[in-house]
Structure formats: C-alpha cells, structure tokens
C-alpha cells in the first residue's frame, strides 16, 4: 500500500489508457505524457503498460508502507526520500515506512510516478486510468487516501542517471484540416496558421483552451453534435480555439478547425506557454 499524505491540486492514477471505446463513448484517457509514464515503469522494471501517478503542478507526499522501488520522470521537480535530496529520472530504493515527497514542477506541468508493482486498482474496461470527465476508473487521488500494489515483475533498470528531455518554451504542433474548416472564413484559417496562441489557465486533461486572435465563422448557426477524436481543434462561439485532450467528450456540437496528430507536447504546457500551429510538411 501507498498512504496519500499531501495529493497535491491534482494527482490521478494513469496508464496508456483505453483505447478503441470511442464508439461507445468512451474516451481513450490516459497518461498526457505517455512517454514520461513509460519511462518511469522501465526504470522500476514495470511493464509499459503499467498504472502509475499522474502529479499536476503542486507535487505530492506519499508514506510507502513496504520496501521497494519507484522512479519519477515528468516535469522537472524537487525529489526527496525521507530528508534526502533524491534525483528524477533514476530507480530509487525505498526502505519500508519511507515518505517520499516530490515537489512542485519548476518546469512542465506534470510529473509521474511509477512503483515497482504498478498501482493496482480495479481496472475499467481494461484500464486504470482515471477519467475526470466520464468518472471513469478511480477517483482522483485525496488526502488519506491507500493505493494498492501489485507483485513486483521484474529488477529495476540498471541505469545510474537518464536525461530527461528540456523543457519546451514553445510548442509547435501538426494541424491538419478538420471536417468543418469550410465554416471558417480564409482569414481565420489563415490566422490559425500564422498568429500564435497561449495555453489559458483553465485548461486540463479535457482540454487545451488556448487565447489569441479569435477565429471568424462564414457559417452562422449551431451545428448538430458529432463525433469529436483526440486532437479536435473546436472553436466556440467565443472564436477561441480549444484543442481536446485525453479525457475528451466523444461528441461535440462546435465546429471543428483542424485535427493535431500529436497532442503529446501540451502535456507540458503550463500557462502562457506559445502555441503555433503548421501545416503538415509535404
């Protein structure tokens, strides 16, 4: 068991998600960073696959009632073990009753945690993962709370140090054309191309919510719900555009810009960081 000291703003309980539910309305969910996660279940000698903590922004205290092994990969934060500095992107032995304290991302927005074991709570639909719109899989973490562990599968990675990528000060994302494109004006298609974006505070894992120059409609009217994938650049009546992440809705009724290929970067994203937007290269 891992008793929840300090959960942090929010700490989720994440894996690679579900994949292929989408048509019972269903998003994939998932770790934001996917990389991340599976690189902290490598060093812990996890599979991939693998459930562990998803640690936005503020950190998080955790009381490790058993001896084992955990690796924190992610945003760049402080790691302590007990009152010892400890350092990311490594295997690193817990002794029993051990309080292990990552702090807040100086860099990044999120951080992840993967045990030796994997956090082993009730899988939905074959996955772990917490989905903050649907309710899917556990609740978000709390204070108090006691996660359960599974048997350990295999020797911690045999690696001393791994470096982990720099933080990006601006995120450059593929855009290709979306299914309702033709209900933007040529100046709001060219702006999106052209002008940059910040990610707003108010964005989550539903969500990038971006500010900037707003998107003019040629096509006035509300347009009924559809199908919406990981990557939809929605634009509300606001004009502002807001691209879906891992716990998206699976249908939407704003007109839809644009699809990203790869959301992966926005992981990271805090507040304010640029966000432009290309087309794919030829």
């Excluded at 350990?152 to 299914?179: H, I, K, N, S, Y």
């Excluded at 879906?244 to 699976?250: G, I, N, Q, R, S």
């Excluded at 992981?267 to 966000?275: E, I, K």
Aim: charged share 20%.
């Amino acid at each position: 068991m891992i008793e929840v000291l300090r959960a942090g703003a929010l700490t989720t309980v994440q894996d690679q998600g579900r994949p292929g539910w989408a048509h019972l309305g269903v998003p994939r969910s998932g770790a934001l960073d996917a990389a991340a996660l599976r690189l902290a279940n490598r060093l812990v000698g996890n599979p991939e696959s693998a459930a562990g903590l998803e640690i936005t922004l503020t950190g998080c205290v955790l009381r490790f009632q058993h001896a084992g092994t955990v690796a924190v990969t992610g945003a760049e934060a402080d790691v302590r073990v007990g009152r010892r500095p400890a350092d990311p992107g490594r295997p690193l032995s817990l002794p029993a009753s051990t309080v292990l304290t990552i702090g807040p991302a100086r860099h990044g927005l999120r951080s992840y945690l993967a045990v030796s074991g994997g956090i082993a709570v009730e899988p939905v639909l074959g996955s772990r993962a917490t989905d903050t719109l649907s309710g899917l899989g556990p609740p978000p973490v709390r204070d108090g709370d006691r996660l359960p562990l599974g048997p350990v599968t295999g020797p911690p990675a045999p690696v001393d140090f791994t470096a982990l990528p720099a933080p990006a000060t601006e995120v450059r994302l593929t855009l290709r054309p979306g299914p309702r494109q033709d209900w933007f004006t040529p100046a709001a298609r060219h702006r999106l191309l052209r002008t940059p974006y910040r990610v707003s505070p108010v964005s989550d894992r539903i969500g990038a919510r971006l500010v900037g120059a707003p998107l003019p409609r040629a096509v006035a009217g509300e347009l009924p719900s559809e199908g919406i994938v990981l990557g939809a650049v929605q634009v509300p009546a606001d004009g502002q555009p807001l691209i879906f992440l891992a716990d998206h809705p699976t249908t939407g009724g704003y007109p839809v810009i644009g699809v990203v290929d790869d959301v992966t970067p926005l992981a990271q994203a805090r507040p304010g960081t640029t966000v432009r937007f290309h087309g794919p290269q030829r």
